[in-house]
């Protein structure tokens, strides 16, 4: 259920702050055993799982995954429902990522989406969720920009790198 975790998240980090951790590692085990598991039905069953979402998004979906690799898994993770998250889950075992990579993308976004959930919860209580419907999809959006540039540079300079070092050999 999309947001499920988040509200469970947030009423139980609201109802009892000091636990707020737990809950968060509850809700980060839970979302990656999930996404594992039908990251593998996804890869068995090939392209006839992605057939109840559009051609356009399937397509879009795969340009991403082509062009960003496992990073936009990673942002996909981060944002906020109603983002199609489940598509790219789907995506990534159709198109046969790395499954330690995506694993590992999807513990990362989710590590930092449900620490700041749980902390809003146990900070703010009943008004986090307020907090969160007004500014989270922007905050979302800022640390997906943040991650892409990241990797843009980190790109750009490691083929900086390899030009200097091949132009020196010749």
Not at 48 to 69: G, H, M, N, P, T
Not at 137 to 145: E, H, K, V, W
Request: glycine fraction near 8%; charged fraction near 20%; proline fraction near 4%.
């Amino acid at each position: 259920m999309p947001g499920g975790v988040d509200a469970v998240l947030m009423v139980l980090a609201a109802m009892r702050p000091s636990w707020m951790l737990i809950y968060v590692a509850g809700a980060i085990v839970g979302s990656t055993a999930g996404c594992v598991c039908l990251y593998l039905i996804s890869k068995r069953a090939g392209h006839k799982a992605l057939s109840r979402f559009s051609e356009s998004k399937q397509k879009r979906v795969k340009d991403l995954i082509d062009r960003y690799d496992v990073l936009s898994v990673l942002v996909a993770s981060v944002l906020p429902p109603p983002f199609p998250f489940k598509l790219f889950v789907v995506s990534a075992g159709v198109f046969r990522l790395n499954l330690l990579r995506f694993t590992l993308a999807i513990i990362g976004g989710r590590i930092f989406r449900y620490l700041l959930e749980g902390y809003l919860a146990a900070r703010y209580g009943d008004h986090a969720k307020e907090i969160l419907e007004k500014y989270y999809p922007a905050i979302g959006i800022a640390i997906a920009l943040l991650l892409i540039l990241f990797f843009v540079v980190k790109n750009l300079m490691k083929r900086g790198r390899s030009e200097r070092v091949s132009s020196a050999e010749s």
